[in-house]
């Protein structure tokens, strides 16, 4: 069975470095979802890709945060730098399109990122 | 925008009770509600979604109803088991594709047997 796949699943960093998250969705899925899970939380939107396009970034802190998805297939999420806030779950999720209908997302097991 | 909320925030149950997670929702234009199922240290995984022309859907010992009057949706697992055990989170979202989700909170669902 096909699933997203995330790396690293594991990132600890100090403030003010550099990290990159990957994510690789299921073959086909024309949609891409990135958000974060504060521990206790559900899973808030940062941005969402529809091909290599952005359709949705409006809770991205753009200051620190960038995300691309240059030929629509794998994406990567860059913070840069890091803040002690932004320790979180970054999961990545993938649906597949379904003309003006909504479609099942379906997630990867997500970076664990803490900032020290 | 949409907002989920999300109760209780913790249940426990005996195994063989049944669970009932309630959520509301503020978007009347929502019309899909998926409920996802998280284990410790795993990701998400779907379970059962629902979409605003039906009024309640069953997969075996899960069922999801929806009142799209009053804005809320509800999950029903009976005959619970241990390994019902897991954070249930519901969501919602337009049903046109160019929404993402909006999850609520979260419910610890702890099983005991």
């Known amino acids: 069975e096909a699933e997203v796949a995330q790396s690293p699943r594991y990132k600890i960093t100090e403030k003010s470095q550099a990290v990159a998250f990957w994510c690789d969705p299921i073959?086909?899925?024309?949609?891409l979802y990135w958000y974060r899970q504060i521990l206790g939380q559900g899973p808030e939107l940062l941005v969402q890709f529809q091909d290599e396009s952005v359709v949705d970034d409006s809770q991205l802190p753009k200051d620190r945060f960038s995300a691309e998805r240059l030929k629509g297939v794998d994406s990567t999420l860059k913070i840069q730098p890091a803040e002690l806030g932004d320790s979180a779950m970054y999961l990545c999720a993938s649906s597949p399109r379904v003309p003006s209908r909504v479609s099942p997302q379906y997630f990867g097991p997500g970076t664990r990122l803490t900032v020290l | 925008g949409e907002n989920v909320e999300q109760h209780p925030s913790t249940l426990s149950v005996q195994e063989g009770d049944s669970a009932v997670i309630k959520c509301t929702y503020s978007d009347s234009a929502s019309n899909y509600f998926p409920w996802y199922k998280q284990e410790l240290g795993k990701r998400p995984q779907l379970i059962i979604d629902?979409?605003?022309?039906?009024g309640e859907k069953k997969d075996q010992r899960i069922a999801v109803t929806l009142n799209k009057t009053a804005k809320h949706f509800s999950l029903h697992i009976t005959e619970t088991q241990p390994e019902d055990s897991a954070v249930y989170f519901c969501a919602a979202s337009e049903d046109t594709g160019r929404r993402a989700l909006t999850f609520g909170s979260g419910t610890r669902l702890q099983v005991q047997p």
């Open positions: 073959s086909g899925h024309a949609t």
């Open positions: 629902i979409r605003s022309n039906v």
